[in-house]
Protein backbone atom coordinates (compact mmCIF):
# COMPACT_ATOMS: atom_id res chain seq x y z
CA UNK A 1 0.00 0.00 0.00
CA UNK A 2 1.48 2.94 -1.00
CA UNK A 3 1.89 6.08 1.48
CA UNK A 4 -0.40 8.56 -0.58
CA UNK A 5 -3.05 5.92 0.17
CA UNK A 6 -3.38 6.14 3.30
CA UNK A 7 -6.17 9.04 4.57
CA UNK A 8 -5.50 11.61 6.62
CA UNK A 9 -6.34 10.99 10.06
CA UNK A 10 -9.67 11.11 10.88
CA UNK A 11 -10.69 10.56 7.45
CA UNK A 12 -12.15 7.38 8.08
CA UNK A 13 -15.08 7.96 10.46
CA UNK A 14 -16.55 10.90 7.88
CA UNK A 15 -18.57 7.88 6.51
CA UNK A 16 -20.12 6.77 9.66
CA UNK A 17 -21.04 10.15 11.07
CA UNK A 18 -22.69 10.74 7.45
CA UNK A 19 -24.68 7.64 7.66
CA UNK A 20 -26.05 8.69 11.28
CA UNK A 21 -26.85 11.17 10.17
CA UNK A 22 -29.25 9.89 7.59
CA UNK A 23 -30.85 7.85 9.71
CA UNK A 24 -31.72 10.73 12.23
CA UNK A 25 -32.84 12.44 8.71
CA UNK A 26 -35.16 9.43 7.48
CA UNK A 27 -36.48 8.74 11.48
CA UNK A 28 -37.81 12.07 11.48
CA UNK A 29 -39.46 12.30 8.26
CA UNK A 30 -40.74 9.14 9.08
CA UNK A 31 -41.77 10.70 12.56
CA UNK A 32 -43.32 14.10 10.92
CA UNK A 33 -44.98 12.43 8.00
CA UNK A 34 -46.66 9.76 9.93
CA UNK A 35 -47.57 12.23 13.04
CA UNK A 36 -48.72 15.46 11.28
CA UNK A 37 -51.16 14.40 8.76
CA UNK A 38 -53.01 11.74 10.51
CA UNK A 39 -53.45 14.00 13.48
CA UNK A 40 -54.59 16.92 11.18
CA UNK A 41 -56.86 14.58 9.38
CA UNK A 42 -58.36 12.93 12.50
CA UNK A 43 -59.42 16.33 14.07
CA UNK A 44 -60.37 17.74 10.82
CA UNK A 45 -62.98 15.05 10.09
CA UNK A 46 -63.98 15.19 14.07
CA UNK A 47 -64.54 19.25 13.70
CA UNK A 48 -62.10 20.14 15.89
CA UNK A 49 -59.20 21.81 16.85
CA UNK A 50 -55.75 19.92 16.53
CA UNK A 51 -53.69 19.75 19.72
CA UNK A 52 -50.89 20.41 18.58
CA UNK A 53 -48.47 19.91 21.85
CA UNK A 54 -50.03 16.11 22.20
CA UNK A 55 -49.42 15.92 18.42
CA UNK A 56 -45.41 17.10 19.25
CA UNK A 57 -44.95 14.38 21.67
CA UNK A 58 -46.31 11.69 19.12
CA UNK A 59 -43.89 13.02 16.72
CA UNK A 60 -41.25 12.63 19.52
CA UNK A 61 -42.60 9.39 21.01
CA UNK A 62 -42.40 7.94 17.00
CA UNK A 63 -38.56 9.10 16.47
CA UNK A 64 -37.62 7.39 19.35
CA UNK A 65 -38.90 4.32 18.01
CA UNK A 66 -38.00 4.73 14.17
CA UNK A 67 -34.50 5.94 14.61
CA UNK A 68 -33.02 2.31 15.67
CA UNK A 69 -35.21 0.75 13.01
CA UNK A 70 -33.88 3.10 9.94
CA UNK A 71 -30.14 1.89 11.57
CA UNK A 72 -31.15 -1.79 9.86
CA UNK A 73 -32.28 -2.15 6.36
CA UNK A 74 -35.78 -4.40 6.29
CA UNK A 75 -36.89 -6.31 2.85
CA UNK A 76 -40.28 -5.21 1.57
CA UNK A 77 -42.35 -8.06 3.03
CA UNK A 78 -41.21 -6.94 6.60
CA UNK A 79 -41.74 -3.40 6.07
CA UNK A 80 -45.07 -4.17 4.78
CA UNK A 81 -46.06 -6.86 7.60
CA UNK A 82 -44.94 -4.21 9.82
CA UNK A 83 -47.43 -1.54 8.65
CA UNK A 84 -50.09 -3.63 7.90
CA UNK A 85 -49.69 -4.85 11.92
CA UNK A 86 -49.69 -1.52 12.69
CA UNK A 87 -52.82 -0.33 10.77
CA UNK A 88 -54.46 -3.69 12.14
CA UNK A 89 -53.55 -2.45 15.89
CA UNK A 90 -55.25 0.94 15.76
CA UNK A 91 -58.24 -0.11 13.84
CA UNK A 92 -59.22 -2.71 16.46
CA UNK A 93 -58.14 0.15 19.49
CA UNK A 94 -60.45 2.47 18.06
CA UNK A 95 -63.52 0.01 17.79
Not at 43 to 57: E, I
Amino acid sequence: MAADAVPPPGEHLAPHRTDRAGTRVRAAAFAVVGSVPAVSGHYAVADGVTPWRPAALLVLAQFAVAWPATRRRFSLVATLGCTLGVHIAQTESEA
